[in-house]
């Protein structure tokens, strides 16, 4: 079974910054690009980010120029920094493949930005 599991998140005030962690099997890392989603209650999930295997990135308009994606390959884990925070960020972040999306979703991380 395919597992990816998340980690980073937290409260943090307006402004501030983040990097989420997410890790898998060494199998799945080299073969798929990753992805990064978010979810709030009451709202569908919504993409955030994704990675390549060759690093290529794409970003939804929302984060452009406040969130990076990047992976580690001798880690196989990816990762997201996410900067100058806002309100509306706040969501449960979940990492997943967007060429072959793993069900059940993993527990995901907490973000919460709020003073």
């Known amino acids: 079974q395919v597992q990816l599991v998340e980690s980073g998140g937290g409260l943090v005030q307006p402004g501030g910054s983040l990097r989420l962690s997410c890790a898998t099997s060494?199998?799945?890392?080299?073969?798929?690009?990753m992805g990064w989603y978010r979810q709030t209650p009451g709202k569908q999930r919504e993409y955030v980010a994704s990675?390549?295997?060759?690093?290529?990135?794409d970003y939804a308009d929302s984060v452009k120029g406040r969130f990076t994606i990047s992976r580690d390959n001798a880690k196989n884990t990816v990762y997201l920094q996410m900067n100058s925070l806002k309100p509306e960020d706040t969501a449960v972040y979940y990492c997943?493949?967007?060429?072959?999306?793993?069900?059940?979703w993993g527990q995901g991380t907490q973000v919460t930005v709020s003073s």
């Open positions: 060494a199998a799945i890392f080299s073969r798929y690009g």
């Open positions: 990675i390549g295997t060759g690093g290529s990135t």
């Open positions: 997943n493949l967007p060429g072959a999306i793993i069900r059940p």
